[in-house]
C-alpha cells in the first residue's frame, strides 16, 4: 500500500489539492464574481473532459462537441420547462438522450475518416444548432429559453444559493475526473490510446475499433449532456448560440491549452482559459484575437499543452539526475550495431501498402 | 414556370459564388493536405477589401475587386509561409486545428477592426434586365459572367501553363512518383495565392447582394466543404459540379420546400452522402 | 489445413494485384512468399489478414470461411501480422506496447474500469503477465521498462513480432521481418523466427533476402504480377523456369 503511495505520490497530491483547493475557494473568494466564472469554468470543464476522450485518448477530431452540450441544455430546459420535471430526473433523462443521439450520429460518422470525419461532425454540430434555432415552437428560436429551473432540493439541501450552485457543480466535476481517470488507467484507456496511435496496428490485434470509438463517443456525449444540464439549470436561460461550432472551439482551446490526453489536462486548460479571458476584461472584444493566435502557437510550438509539456520536461529532468547519478545512461539492446533509432511513421496515416 | 426560370438563375448565381470559393479549398487541400478552415474568412476580408476601396477612397468597383484579389493573395501567402508551411510534417488534427485557430483570429480581428455592422457593397448594376423573359439584375448577370472567366482562367492557367499543370498534377496525385524535381514551395506558395484571389474574386462580385460582416465567412466554409467533400476532396472538376449541384439544390428548396430551413439543406446533403458514401461521391473505393 | 484461399483476386480500380490465387498453409509449416516488387506479396497478406476485403474468391481458417469478416476478428481467430514499416506504438514502453496486445483475450469493459472491479485487475495482471512472459520470449525482458524511441532498429523488429505474438496467433504472419537490419542481425531474426515455428505457430512470411529464405522456409510460393506462378520446396522453386525468367525479368535484384 505504501509503494503504490508512493509510486501515485503526484496523483495524491493533485487530488488532496483539488479537494482542498475547491471546497476552500467559495470561502476565500474575494468575490460573488469569482465564484461564478469557477462554476461556469468547472461546467465548461465536464464538457471539455467528454472532448478529451474522443479527441485525446481517441485522436477523433470531433467537432460536433457543442451541439451535444446544446442538446443536453435543451433537453434537461425543456424537460423542466414543459413537463414540470424534477431536475434530478431530467439531468439522467437529457444525459442519456444525448448519448443515444451521439450514437446514432458515431454509426454514421465512424465509417469515415481523417478529413471526412471532422467535416461531417462539424455539419452535424451545424445542424442540431439550426434545428434548435429554427424550432421555434419547441426552443423558442432565437429568442431562446426563458426561465429555467433551479435543480431542486435534495432533502434539506437547496440550490438557491450562489455557493450551493457551486458545490453542486463541484461533486459533478469530481466524478467526472474520477471516471476519466479510471479509464485512463485501466485496460479501456490502453484500448482508446492504441486506436489513436494506429487503427491499423489496433485491428490487427483484434481490437474492434469501431465499437471502443462508438463506446468512447458515447461516454464523451454523455458527461457532455451532463455539462449541459448543469448549464441550463445555473445560466437559466438558453439560447441557440450555445450549440454553436464556436463554442466547440473554444472547448478544443481549453483542452489544448491543459493538454490532451492527460487527466488533469481539461480543468487545468478551462481553468486557465477562464483567468486569461477575466484578465482580458477591459478587451473583451481582443479575446478570441488573442485565442485565435494561441490555438495556432500552442498546436506548433507546445502541442502536448501545459500538463503534456510539464510532464515532458518531468522526464527531462529525471532523465538528467538519472545520468548524473548512473555516471552515464544505459543504452538499448543492440544500440549502435543497427542504424540507431528507428523511424517511426507518423500519426493518423495509413500504413496498409499495396505493393 | 417564370419562378421556376428565375430560380435556375438565382441557383446559377448562387453555384457561381460557391464555385469559386470551393475551387480554392479544393486546391489547397488537394496541394497541401490542409483543410483550410481560414479560407472563408479569406472570403470575408476579400468583401471588406472591396467595400473600403470603394467608399474610403471612391474607387471604382473593378480596380477595387483587383486590390482585393491582390492584397488577399498576398494574405494567402503569408498564412501558408506562416502556418501550414511549417506545420506540414505535424498530424492532420494539429493542421486542421492550426486553420481553425486562423479562421477565429480574423474573424475576431475583422470585429475589432471593422466592427460588427452589416455593410452592403455600393452596387453601380442593379439595373433589371429581361433576358428570354427571366428578370434578373445585372449584378447577377455579372456575378455569372464573372465567375465563368475566373473559371476559364484558371482551366488555362492550369492546363496551358508548367506551374498551372504541376499543381494539377500535385491535386490529384499526391504521391506524385513522376513529379520529382518540383519546387514544393513555389507549387505550394502559388496555390494559396491563387485559391486565396479566387475568394476575393467571389466576395468581390457577390459583395453588392450580399452583406458584409465578420462573420459572413462561417457559413460559407462550411458550404464549401460540404461542396468539395461532394465532389471528392482536391478535385476540381469535382468543386465545380458540386458547387452547382448545391446551389441549385439549396435555391430550389428554399423556393419550394422551406425557406426558414434553406441552410439545413447543405449539411442534410452531406450527411446523407457520407452515410452512404462513406468516402464522398466520388472516391475510388479501397477495401 | 490451417489456412486456404481458393481463386483470391484484388483489384484496385482496373489494375488487377492479385489473380486467382489458390494457397494452402499447414498447420507448423513455415512457408515463404517471394516474388519481384509490386508482385502483390504485401496485397496478398492483407487480404488474408483481413486488412482488405478481396474483390473474389474466398478464404478458409480452420475450415470454416472467414472471407467477409471484419479486420479485428481475423485476429480474434488466430490470425496475427507484423507490417512492412516496423509499426509499434511509439509513444509507450516496451512492456506497454505488448499490454495492449493481450486486450482481445479480456472481457472487461466501461463498468470494470470505473469500478475497478475484481476483474478488470485480473485481466490488467493477466496483460501485464503474457507480455512479459512474451517479452522473455523474444529477449527484451530486460528492456521492458524503456520507451519505444530508445531501442534498436532490430529490437524494435522483434518488439513488433512480439507484439503479434502476445494475441496468441496461430498462423503469424511476417511482412519483410529482415529488411533494414545487417547480417548478424538477420541470423539472430531466423533463429527467433525457428523458434516460433517450433513453440507451435504456423510461420507464414514475406522475405527479400533470399538467404534467409531458402534456409527457413518449408514451402514456397512465389508470386509475379498478381499471379501464382510456382510452388514448392525451396530447391524446387530455385531451380523453376519461370521463377528465375521473373526475376530475372524483373528490375529486382534478390
Known amino acids: 500500500m505504501l509503494s503504490f503511495l508512493k509510486e501515485h505520490k503526484f496523483k495524491f497530491i493533485g487530488y488532496g489539492l483539488l479537494l482542498i483547493i475547491g471546497i476552500i475557494f467559495p470561502i476565500v473568494s474575494p468575490n460573488r464574481y469569482y465564484l461564478t466564472v469557477a462554476t461556469l469554468g468547472f461546467i465548461y470543464a465536464i464538457a471539455v473532459y467528454g472532448l478529451n476522450l474522443i479527441v485525446g485518448y481517441l485522436g477523433q477530431l470531433s467537432l460536433a462537441q457543442a451541439g451535444f452540450f446544446g442538446l443536453g441544455a435543451y433537453t434537461s430546459g425543456l424537460l423542466m420547462l414543459k413537463l414540470d420535471l424534477n431536475f434530478w430526473l431530467a439531468l439522467p433523462l437529457a444525459a442519456i438522450i444525448t448519448t443515444i443521439l451521439a450514437v446514432l450520429v458515431g454509426l454514421i460518422s465512424f465509417r469515415t475518416k481523417g478529413h471526412y470525419f471532422v467535416i461531417l461532425t462539424l455539419c452535424i454540430g451545424v445542424i442540431i444548432n439550426l434545428v434548435i434555432e429554427k424550432w421555434d415552437s419547441l426552443t423558442g428560436g432565437v429568442r431562446g429559453l426563458i426561465g429555467i429551473p433551479l435543480p431542486n432540493p435534495i432533502g434539506p439541501l437547496e440550490f438557491k444559493t450562489l455557493e450551493s450552485q457551486y458545490y453542486l457543480v463541484f461533486v459533478f466535476l469530481l466524478i467526472t475526473i474520477y471516471v476519466m481517470n479510471r479509464i485512463s488507467s485501466s485496460l479501456l484507456g490502453r484500448t482508446f490510446r492504441s486506436i489513436r496511435n494506429s487503427e491499423d496496428l489496433a485491428s490487427t490485434l483484434g481490437i474492434n475499433v469501431m465499437y471502443n470509438k462508438l463506446l468512447g463517443f458515447a461516454i464523451a456525449a454523455f458527461f457532455t449532456g451532463i455539462a449541459g444540464a448543469l448549464y441550463a439549470s445555473y445560466i437559466r436561460f438558453l439560447g441557440p448560440e450555445i450549440s454553436t461550432h464556436h463554442l466547440t472551439f473554444e472547448f478544443l482551446l ?9 487527466v488533469a489536462g481539461p480543468l487545468v486548460g478551462t481553468l486557465i482559459a477562464s483567468v486569461i479571458t477575466e484578465s482580458l476584461q477591459f478587451a473583451q472584444e481582443y479575446r478570441m484575437v488573442i485565442f485565435g493566435l494561441m490555438l495556432i502557437l500552442i498546436v506548433r510550438f507546445f502541442p502536448g499543452g501545459a500538463v503534456g509539456e510539464a510532464r515532458k520536461l518531468k522526464v527531462k529532468v529525471t532523465d538528467f539526475y538519472n545520468r548524473r547519478k548512473a555516471g552515464n545512461y544505459p543504452s538499448g539492446p543492440g544500440a549502435g550495431s543497427s542504424k540507431g533509432k528507428l523511424g517511426v511513421p507518423s500519426k493518423g496515416e495509413s500504413h496498409v501498402t499495396k505493393n | 414556370m417564370d419562378l421556376f426560370l428565375q430560380q435556375i438563375v438565382n441557383g446559377l448565381t448562387l453555384g457561381c459564388i460557391y464555385c469559386l470559393v470551393a475551387l480554392g479549398l479544393t486546391l489547397i487541400y488537394g496541394i497541401m493536405e490542409v483543410p483550410n478552415f481560414a479560407h472563408g474568412h479569406f472570403y470575408m476580408i476579400g468583401a471588406y477589401v472591396t467595400f473600403f476601396m470603394m467608399t474610403l477612397y471612391g474607387l471604382n468597383y473593378w480596380l477595387s475587386a483587383i486590390i482585393a484579389g491582390i492584397v ?86 492550369i492546363k496551358k501553363t508548367l506551374i498551372g499543370s504541376t499543381i494539377e498534377a500535385m491535386a490529384q496525385n499526391r504521391d506524385g512518383a513522376s513529379l520529382v524535381g518540383i519546387d514544393v514551395n513555389r507549387v505550394a506558395m502559388l496555390t494559396f495565392a491563387v485559391a486565396s484571389l479566387l475568394a476575393a474574386a467571389a466576395a468581390s462580385l457577390s459583395g453588392p447582394i450580399f452583406l458584409v460582416y465578420p462573420g459572413m465567412g462561417n457559413i460559407i466554409i462550411m458550404k464549401a466543404f460540404v461542396i468539395i467533400v461532394i465532389g471528392g476532396m482536391g478535385s476540381i472538376p469535382g468543386a465545380v459540379i458540386g458547387a452547382f449541384i448545391l446551389g441549385m439544390a439549396e435555391t430550389m428548396g428554399a423556393t419550394y420546400i422551406s425557406s426558414s430551413y434553406k441552410d439545413i439543406v447543405a449539411f442534410a446533403i452531406l450527411v446523407l452522402i457520407l452515410s452512404i458514401r462513406p468516402s464522398g461521391l466520388f472516391a475510388r473505393g479501397v477495401r | 489445413m490451417l489456412l486456404k484461399t481458393e481463386h483470391l483476386t484484388k483489384n484496385f480500380g482496373g489494375l488487377t494485384a492479385l489473380n486467382k490465387v489458390d494457397f494452402e498453409i499447414n498447420e507448423g509449416e513455415l512457408v515463404a512468399i517471394i516474388g519481384p516488387n509490386g508482385a502483390g506479396k504485401s496485397t496478398f497478406f492483407n487480404v488474408i489478414s483481413g486488412f482488405y476485403r478481396p474483390s473474389s474468391g474466398t478464404i478458409k481458417f480452420m475450415g470454416k470461411e472467414i472471407t467477409n469478416l471484419e479486420t479485428h476478428n481475423f485476429a480474434r481467430l488466430g490470425i496475427g501480422r507484423t507490417f512492412q514499416t516496423t509499426h509499434l506504438f511509439t509513444d509507450s514502453t516496451v512492456l506497454d506496447n505488448l499490454i495492449i496486445g493481450y486486450r482481445s483475450k479480456t472481457k472487461m469493459g466501461f463498468f470494470d474500469a470505473i469500478f475497478y472491479s475484481p476483474r478488470s485487475r485480473r485481466e490488467e495482471n493477466m496483460c501485464r503477465e503474457k507480455a512479459e512472459e512474451i517479452l522473455d520470449f523474444i529477449g527484451l525482458l530486460e528492456f521492458k521498462n524503456y520507451p519505444v524511441a530508445n531501442i534498436s532498429q532490430e529490437a524494435a523488429k522483434r518488439l513488433a513480432i512480439g507484439l503479434a505474438l502476445v494475441t496468441e496467433p496461430r498462423l503469424l504472419l511476417l511482412d519483410e521481418p529482415a529488411a533494414g537490419i545487417n547480417h548478424g542481425e538477420t541470423t539472430n531474426l531466423a533463429n527467433l523466427i525457428k523458434k516460433i515455428q517450433q513453440s507451435g505457430i504456423t510461420v507464414c512470411l514475406i522475405e527479400h533476402k533470399m538467404k534467409m529464405v531458402m534456409n527457413l522456409a518449408e514451402k514456397i510460393m512465389v508470386l509475379n504480377y498478381g499471379t501464382k506462378i510456382a510452388e514448392g520446396t525451396p530447391k524446387e522453386v530455385s531451380e523453376n523456369e519461370r521463377v528465375i525468367e521473373a526475376y530475372l525479368g524483373g528490375v529486382e535484384h534478390a
Not at chain 1, 481549453?254 to 492527460?262: E, K, V
Not at chain 2, 429581361?130 to 445585372?138: M, V, Y
Request: hydrophobic share 60%; aromatic share 10%.
Open chain 2, 72 to 157: 488577399l493573395a498576398i494574405l494567402g501567402v503569408l498564412l501558408e509561409r506562416l502556418v501550414f508551411h511549417p506545420m506540414r510534417h505535424t498530424p492532420a488534427t494539429n493542421k486542421f486545428i492550426a486553420a481553425v485557430g486562423a479562421m477565429l483570429f480574423l474573424e475576431a480581428l475583422a470585429r475589432v477592426l471593422w466592427g460588427s455592422d452589416y455593410r452592403n457593397i455600393p452596387s453601380v448594376y442593379d439595373n433589371v434586365v429581361q433576358i428570354a423573359g427571366i428578370r434578373t439584375t445585372e449584378q447577377k448577370l455579372i456575378i455569372i459572367i464573372g465567375a465563368f472567366v475566373l473559371m476559364a482562367a484558371l482551366y488555362v492557367f
Open chain 1, 254 to 262: 481549453f483542452l489544448l491549452i491543459g493538454g490532451q490526453a492527460t
